[in-house]
């Protein structure tokens, strides 16, 4: 089992930054891929960014140009830069991890952290 905290959300005005962070209870070595999505009041989670332990990375193209993920592997940390921020980047915003181990696909999420950006 693996559990994940994310941190850094909060209130930011338009044209603001945050960065979030995520925390792994465990190595994050291995094949696995994490990903930050987010979800909107109303609305279903979408995925924002994702990235390969190897740094492959994938974003949505609301945010590309935009925001920044990367990861520290030493550090069991994912982080998500997020720049020139809209109103409409107003969400919750979920950890995910997913490890292939013998396999099998095992996902973990986080609880989430609220990003608020006014305008």
């Known amino acids: 089992q693996v559990q994940l905290v994310e941190s850094g959300g909060g209130l930011a005005q338009a044209g603001g930054s945050l960065r979030l962070s995520c925390v792994a209870s465990r190595s994050i070595l291995g094949r696995n891929t994490m990903g930050w999505y987010r979800q909107g009041q109303g609305e279903h989670r979408e995925l924002v960014a994702s990235?390969?332990?190897?740094?492959?990375?994938n974003y949505s193209d609301s945010v590309k140009g935009r925001f920044t993920v990367s990861r520290d592997n030493a550090k069991n940390t994912m982080y998500l830069q997020m720049d020139s921020l809209k109103p409409e980047d107003t969400a919750v915003y979920y950890c995910?991890?997913?490890?292939?181990?013998?396999?099998?696909?095992?996902?973990?999420w986080g609880q989430g952290t609220q990003v608020t950006v006014s305008s």
């Open positions: 995910k991890l997913t490890k292939y181990e013998l396999g099998r696909t095992l996902e973990y």
């Open positions: 990235i390969t332990r190897n740094d492959g990375i």
